[in-house]
């Protein structure tokens, strides 16, 4: 029977989820693996049975990565699929979609046309930042924290429907951040993403409630591990830089309207005519929402800023942290169109336009990095097995930094021991191969 005109938006769930599953097809068919993390849980998780699992510890809360919520359901995912990279990968983009559909439902329950909740969970999804997080298995802290933080925003929406007591909107709020903090840090964004969303909103008292059920979290979180969390090794990617915080912040927000760069890091090799383009286009979005929605163009730039903080800090500005930014975008945009008059409605479908187009190169280069990787690490193990002592590889100068990440403290790959016996060498050192285009290892 044909679906009756007036029906339910979330009658379409299901189809639209289908959808975004479908367009992110070049992640889900990719064949391998993108970097050393998930080969290294790979090992981890290559045991004989469950129960030989190596757990990660709840209660150590003195590790630097405590997330405790994260390692272990990567363990068990690992262990169940590792051996099935496309099982993996279709995994992390239905939980990616999932989260793209949570953000879209969010925005119906708040308002939105049915018409633009699905464009904004597409344009989520299709950004370039989801396709590094829904494409990279090293990243379910991500689809973690911020599916809490939308799983958060649906009970918060229904508690203030349902009348019901701030006391229950403050536990309600205190565990979902409580979760989002055992995936991974990054969820100390949400109480501060909740006291401004309480704000713009006039301060409702489910919302204040929700606002200290949440940072009550947060406190409580950063009187266990703040010192740890200041204290990072100085050569990893989480060293601390407080003088890199504005440019950080200006990379985030300048990466997706960089089509061709793979990582933010990347953003800042664009020309100084793209980078100013770039920029005037973003201050010209914010000026068109400022002139029909102040308070939406204010929730956008302070938001955006407030979910990247626990990020801004560090030394190294990795594309998974602009995953919770990314969907704040998205559904500020999405509860500012309809106020938005026709050049800026253009503004925002140009743009919109630009990031997917970034989004399907990111998908690309996934899959591209994945099918070296199912070659090359197959034939190290071969090799490593019939050669005695170090072996020294030579690798394309374009994709260096693919085989060096994929070799990296790798302890093993599928039962074959790899180690510390990889030395890589320069074009005029002594090789015992060369890596080849597709991975392979060839003569030198």
Not at 295 to 300: D, F, H, N, S, V
Not at 387 to 398: I, K, M, S, V, Y
Request: contains cysteine.
């Amino acid at each position: 029977m044909p679906a009756s005109p007036d029906a339910p938006p979330r009658l379409r769930a299901l189809p639209l989820l289908l959808a975004l599953v479908a367009l992110q097809w070049l992640l889900v068919a990719n064949p391998g693996y993108f970097s050393h993390d998930e080969l290294q849980w790979g090992a981890r998780a290559d045991v004989a049975g469950w129960a030989d699992l190596p757990w990660v510890s709840w209660t150590d809360v003195g590790t630097f990565q405590w997330r405790p919520l994260t390692f272990n359901l990567w363990l068990v995912v690992s262990h169940a699929s590792f051996g099935w990279p496309q099982a993996m990968h279709l995994l992390w983009v239905a939980m990616g979609s999932a989260v793209a559909l949570a953000l879209g439902s969010l925005l119906q329950r708040v308002d939105a046309s049915a018409a633009v909740a699905r464009g904004a969970a597409l344009l989520f999804a299709l950004g370039p930042y989801a396709a590094y997080v829904h494409g990279w298995v090293g990243t379910l802290a991500d689809l973690l924290w911020v599916g809490a933080a939308l799983a958060l925003a649906h009970a918060l929406v229904t508690l203030h429907a349902r009348g019901a007591a701030p006391v229950v909107a403050a536990a309600v709020a205190f565990a979902f951040t409580a979760l989002g903090l055992l995936a991974k840090e990054a969820a100390l964004a949400i109480p501060a993403l909740l006291g401004l969303a309480w704000c713009l909103q006039r301060g409702r008292p489910v919302g204040l409630a929700a606002v200290i059920g949440s940072g009550v979290a947060a406190v409580l979180y950063l009187a266990l591990r703040f010192d740890t969390l200041m204290t990072p090794a100085e050569a990893s990617t989480y060293a601390i830089s407080p003088g890199s915080a504005p440019r950080n912040w200006a990379t985030y927000w300048l990466f997706p309207l960089r089509p061709a760069a793979f990582e933010a890091t990347g953003t800042w090799l664009a020309s100084a005519k793209h980078l100013v383009l770039a920029s005037v286009l973003l201050l010209a979005l914010v000026a068109a929402i400022a002139w029909r929605a102040p308070r939406r163009a204010l929730a956008l730039v302070v938001g955006g800023s407030l979910a990247l903080a626990p990020a801004l800090p560090l030394a190294f500005p990795a594309n998974q942290y602009g995953y919770g930014f990314w969907a704040w975008v998205v559904a500020c945009l999405a509860l500012a169109w309809p106020a938005l008059g026709r050049a800026g409605r253009g503004l925002v479908l140009f743009l919109a336009l630009v990031t997917t187009w970034h989004g399907v190169n990111v998908q690309r280069e996934m899959q591209r990095v994945g099918g070296k990787q199912a070659v090359f690490q197959p034939a190290l193990v071969q090799a490593l097995a019939a050669h005695d002592g170090e072996l020294r590889l030579l690798t394309p100068a374009r994709d260096e930094w693919i085989y060096r990440r994929l070799s990296h403290e790798v302890p093993a790959w599928r039962g074959a021991a790899i180690g510390d016996r990889v030395r890589w060498v320069e074009a005029d050192e002594a090789a015992d191969y060369r890596v080849a285009e597709d991975g392979a290892l060839v003569a030198p």
